[in-house]
């Protein structure tokens, strides 16, 4: 019978899980700013690997990112 089956729960809230998806989508966010700056021909040095958006930006926006998750993961609800 199905008396005996236990509901289920997920360990966090809702409210944990969209803070979570946030934090992911801000990492990637920031991994996306850190891509291109390459250079078609390898003998050729390009200096766009060293500009601000790839150097300062992109990292501090996945730092962020990474301290959104790790919030996610701590926030408690209040009862």
Known sequence: MKNNEQK???LFDKINYKILLIGIAVIAIGFILMSGGGSDNPKV???AIFNFRRIRLAPTVVLIGFGITIYSIFKTQKK
Do not use: L, P, R
Request: no cysteine; proline share 0%; aromatic share 34%.
């Open 8 to 10: 289920s729960e997920f």
């Open 45 to 47: 040095f390009n200096d």
